[in-house]
Structure formats: structure tokens, C-alpha cells
């Protein structure tokens, strides 16, 4: 029997298995090498970090400080998750089941793009998801945004604020709306209703975008853009955990604690904020809050 159960091993888990692990619980991380933070080449705008740090590397150090710290891990996908009057049962993938006396929902969310050639080893390095945490980035530089519909176009639109030099390419050819063209137009955002071939990109460094139609543009930064973000939070509807009409987990603001008792959520499943410095303080904030409820 563990005193908790987490749920996911990205940034949110790991910081709240530290934490817990310093407490001395006895904590289980079940984790399925699957989050987005592996995707992320180089996040830029974390404390301590102003030439960037991977998503994998932020994992690799945080998982061996828990395990230093006595938290056990275990590589697996939880399937289903039932209360009982004092503890939960967590049933793996592998058909393992796991007892905890506390439960912490840290599995975030993945977003959505097509399987585009060069476009993997260019996130977090030169092509982006998020504009709160990369805008930065791309500051005066030509941009492309490879989206769907209204979403890129917002996408591109938000942009504005860093760069005059956008280009938005509708890759879904989904409908834009009148007033979001109008808008594009009158900003001097080129638009393009082409699907991409490729991505043309050396180191993760992205030189050139590639159409269907045999077109190549040269552009320095990119951004993607297609909504429709896969928002985990499947076991926390099966507890009966209250959610949004969006399927983010709604959470106490103060605890993290879920509409559910001794279910916590933590990370991108709880609050869309696609902020790793946020999950971080998360994690912390719901393993202190589950401490207490242990004593």
C-alpha cells in the first residue's frame, strides 16, 4: 500500500514525488514515457536555465532525485482507477494492481499536429507551441505558422506582438472566418491555404518549409497551431472527478485537491497553462496538501 500514487511522470509528477519523497511517504510513480515535456527540444524561460533546457534532461534530474529521495517508479499506462472506503486501485496496462491511500492525476495533455518530416527535432528549438513561453523567440524574425483554420489564425494574430513578419499556413485548409482574414490581411499576415510536405531544418534549426504544391520557404521560426489538444484526464472522469466542458480537471486553487477526496490533479490535466515553471509549483502544491492529509 503507497501512500501515493502518481499518475504521470512529466514535470508536475516529478516535482510533487520530490517533494513527497522528502516527506518520507512511500510514493509510486507510474509513468508511460509518453508526456509532452519529451517532445520539447528547449524550454527557454525557466529560472536557472537562459540558454534553454530540455524537456528530457528536466525529466532525466528529477526522476534521480526522487529515486535518491526512496520514490519508486514504474513504466506502465493506467487503465482504470476505483475508490474504495480508505484507498484506491489503480489497474496497469501489464494487469498490475496498485494500492494508494492518495491519488495525484499529473498525466497533462498532447498536442495535436500531423506527422510532419523535420518538425520533431525543431520543437522547443525552432518551432514552438506556446506564445506566452516562446514568443520571445521569435522576436522581428520571419515566421511561419503551420496551423488549422481559426486556431492558426489567432495563433498568428497573437504573434503580432513579436513579429511583423508571419506567414500562416492553413495546412488543414479548414475555414477561417471573414473577420479573422479581414484581420490577417489588414496586419500583413500572408496567408496560404496549401497543405506542408515537410520541414527543411539542420540541428533543429528550421530553414525552409516545403508545400504539396512544390513550394519552398525559406522562414526562420515557426510556430504550430491545430487545436484539438488531447486532455488526459480520463481517469479522473472515472473517479467522477468534476471537469470542464474542455475535460481539464477542476481543482481546489488552493490545495489542487479534485472535486473527488484524496484525489489530487497537477500540471496541464488541471489548468491549461502549457507552463512548466506553473506544473512545477503545482506538483509542490498538491504534495504538500497530501502530506497533511497523511498525518
Same mark, same amino acid.
Given at each position: ?133 516562446? /514568443?520571445?523567440? =521569435? &522576436?522581428?524574425? !520571419?515566421?511561419? +505558422?503551420?496551423?488549422? %483554420? ?63 504544391? /512544390?513550394?519552398? =520557404? &525559406?522562414?526562420? !521560426?515557426?510556430? +504550430?497551431?491545430?487545436? %484539438? ?67
Amino acid at each position: 500500500m503507497y501512500d501515493c500514487v502518481i499518475v504521470g511522470g512529466g514535470i508536475a509528477g516529478l516535482q510533487a514525488a520530490i517533494q513527497l519523497g522528502r516527506y518520507e511517504h512511500r510514493v509510486l510513480v507510474i509513468d508511460s514515457d509518453g508526456g509532452r515535456s519529451l517532445l520539447c527540444k528547449s524550454y527557454h524561460n525557466i529560472l536557472g536555465y537562459p540558454d534553454g533546457v530540455s524537456g528530457d534532461y528536466l525529466r532525466s534530474i528529477g526522476k534521480e532525485h526522487a529515486v535518491r529521495l526512496g520514490v519508486q517508479f514504474l513504466q506502465g499506462k493506467v487503465n482504470t482507477v476505483n475508490k474504495h472506503e480508505t484507498y484506491f486501485i489503480l489497474q496497469t496496462d501489464h494487469g498490475e494492481d496498485i494500492l494508494g491511500k492518495r491519488v495525484l492525476l499529473a498525466t497533462g495533455i498532447m498536442d495535436r499536429f500531423p506527422k510532419l518530416e523535420g518538425l520533431l527535432p525543431c520543437l522547443g528549438k525552432s518551432v514552438y507551441v506556446c506564445p506566452d513561453c516562446d /514568443g520571445y523567440e =521569435i &522576436k522581428d524574425m !520571419k515566421t511561419v +505558422i503551420i496551423g488549422s %483554420g481559426d486556431v492558426g489564425a489567432n495563433m498568428a494574430l497573437t504573434l503580432l506582438y513579436w513579429s511583423k513578419k508571419l506567414l500562416y499556413i492553413n495546412h488543414e485548409k479548414k475555414t477561417v472566418s471573414k473577420d479573422l482574414l479581414k484581420q490577417l490581411k489588414e496586419k500583413g499576415v500572408e496567408y496560404i491555404q496549401e497543405e506542408v510536405s515537410a520541414l527543411t531544418e539542420e540541428d533543429g534549426l528550421l530553414l525552409d518549409v516545403r508545400l504539396k504544391n /512544390g513550394n519552398v =520557404i &525559406k522562414v526562420n !521560426k515557426g510556430f +504550430i497551431a491545430f487545436g %484539438g489538444n488531447e486532455v488526459r484526464s480520463d481517469l479522473a472522469q472515472q473517479l467522477g472527478a468534476e471537469r470542464l466542458s474542455n475535460k481539464h480537471i477542476i481543482v481546489d486553487p488552493r490545495s489542487k485537491m479534485t472535486s473527488v477526496e484524496h484525489v489530487w490533479a497537477a500540471g496541464d490535466v488541471a489548468a491549461h497553462s502549457e507552463q512548466v515553471t506553473i506544473a512545477m509549483g503545482e506538483g509542490s502544491q498538491a504534495a504538500i496538501w497530501i502530506h497533511k492529509s497523511l498525518c
